[in-house]
T-cell receptor, first 113, second 113 residues
Framework: DAKTTQPTSMDCAEGRAANLPCNHSTISGNEYVYWYRQIHSQGPQYIIHGLKNNETNEMASLIITEDRKSSTLILPHATLRDTAVYYCIVRTKTNQGAQKLVFGQGTRLTINP | DADVTQTPRNRITKTGKRIMLECSQTKGHDRMYWYRQDPGLGLQLIYYSFDVKDINKGEISDGYSVSRQAQAKFSLSLESAIPNQTALYFC????????????FGPGTRLTVL
């Protein structure tokens, strides 16, 4: 299973873009990169995922490098409500095809007023 | 109404007691999961189920058992609770036809004295 490395914590000013990096140098060709966030002990919330192309939805953008060894989650206009722990996850599969999520410790993002 | 609900939301119990945590979902998903989260750490998978007749152990299944009573219900039991099972427990669901994202419940905070 590919592992991910994220900074332990980051700060960002309200209204600015928050860029959260993730390294996944051992990712294999058929593994996706998923991002979740967890706001203060609530259940984790899905944000976005991608394979090799950049992706954008109403919450964020995901930039994946051409070699797929790293990615960046971008929150374009961060608000105080974006303060959370952000998890970068490479999706693993068991032999039965289960889509297990392996959570690391994530990045604690603090948005400052 | 929440799509994934967990009961109870908080529970304090004593060592040796049997505890059941319940999860229900109205999303119509076939796959359900139980995770635990220790303070300051990411989530660890306890058990997962593809359908009513399929139960699989996750990373940390020792000391836990599960029951998939129906497609919409997945229960986690601690037969004889011990203090190091004090944690936040999350249930999640996913749809095999979906994009692979999981939808989490609000969590159950369990304290074993």
């Amino acid at each position: 299973d590919a592992k991910t490395t994220q900074p332990t914590s980051m700060d960002c000013a309200e209204g600015r873009a928050a860029n959260l990096p993730c390294n996944h140098s051992t990712i294999s060709g058929n593994e996706y990169v998923y991002w979740y966030r967890q706001i203060h002990s609530q259940g984790p919330q899905y944000i976005i995922h991608g394979l090799k192309n950049n992706e954008t939805n109403e919450m964020a953008s995901l930039i994946i490098t051409e070699d797929r060894k790293s990615s960046t989650l971008i929150l374009p206009h961060a608000t105080l409500r974006d303060t959370a722990v952000y998890y970068c996850i490479v999706r693993t599969k068991t032999n039965q095809g289960a889509q297990k999520l392996v959570f690391g410790q994530g990045t604690r993002l603090t948005i400052n007023p | 109404d929440a799509d994934v609900t967990q009961t109870p939301r908080n529970r304090i119990t004593k060592t040796g007691k049997r505890i059941m945590l319940e999860c229900s979902q109205t999303k119509g998903h076939d796959r359900m999961y139980w995770y635990r989260q220790d303070p300051g750490l990411g989530l660890q998978l306890i058990y997962y189920s593809f359908d009513v007749k399929d139960i699989n152990k996750g990373e940390i299944s020792d000391g836990y058992s599960v029951s998939r009573q129906a497609q919409a219900k997945f229960s986690l039991s601690l037969e004889s609770a011990i203090p190091n099972q004090t944690a936040l427990y999350f249930c999640a669901t996913s749809d095999f036809r979906g994009k692979g994202e999981q939808f989490f419940g609000p969590g159950t905070r369990l304290t074993v004295l």
